[in-house]
């Protein structure tokens, strides 16, 4: 019998997060599985997958803050706002140091208007942005107010800076680099990126997709876990 509820799981880079729900669904025999929110497939970290009765609550589970940690790599800007799209142009990238960087972070910390990039999955005309860039057909993306909690400054180099990003749901971080890297007068895409925490949890206590694939039925569904709804962002 399958467990309702949810399952932390780290997504690794290369993977869409249907991919992963896929993986449980075979390893399960379930059809009824879904996440509460989407990783790009160049990112990874905590993705939840609810499963059975617990999908129809999956919109509820949205709402959550994430936090991030990832590098924005500076000179080069990409078609996608990552690494892996084709570099589109180039600039020189400006001398850094910590305190021009902690100003410049700072300076998005609060509430944003925020234009979601070209590739991405937000449904313009009935099918995804991405689908629409993909053909190189031009679309209008509505921009929409984010929250920025903390923006904070973990490390750098010439032509990279690593930082961590606690935001409210919708929050693209590929849009957030490639404002950051205008800032500091350059441009700039996002390299890399891991998701940590969604609401109250963490990534440390997700399993990895090998361990899916491993795992006897039995030993997952002991590690799915019911929904806490007290924990859930307001309906």
Sequence with gaps: MISDGMLLVNKPRGLT?????QILRQRLACRRIGHTGTLDPAAEGLLILLVGKATEHQQRLQ???KTYEGAI???????TADADGRVVASAPVPPL??????KTLAEFQGALSQTPPAYSAVKVH??????????QKSVTLQARTVHVHEFALLGFDAERIHCRVRCSAGTYIRSL?????ERLGTVGYLESLTRTSIG???????????WLHSSEPAAIRARIRPVRFAAAAPA
């Design 73 to 79: 790599r500076l000179g080069s800007k990409t078609e």
């Design 126 to 135: 009935g099918r995804p942005a991405y689908w629409w860039a993909r053909r």
């Design 63 to 65: 709402g959550h803050e």
């Design 97 to 102: 140091s910590q305190e021009i960087l902690e």
């Design 177 to 181: 680099a490639e404002t950051v890297a």
């Design 200 to 210: 109250e949890w963490s990534l440390v206590d997700a399993v990895d997709v090998s």
């Design 17 to 21: 997060s249907h991919d992963v729900v």
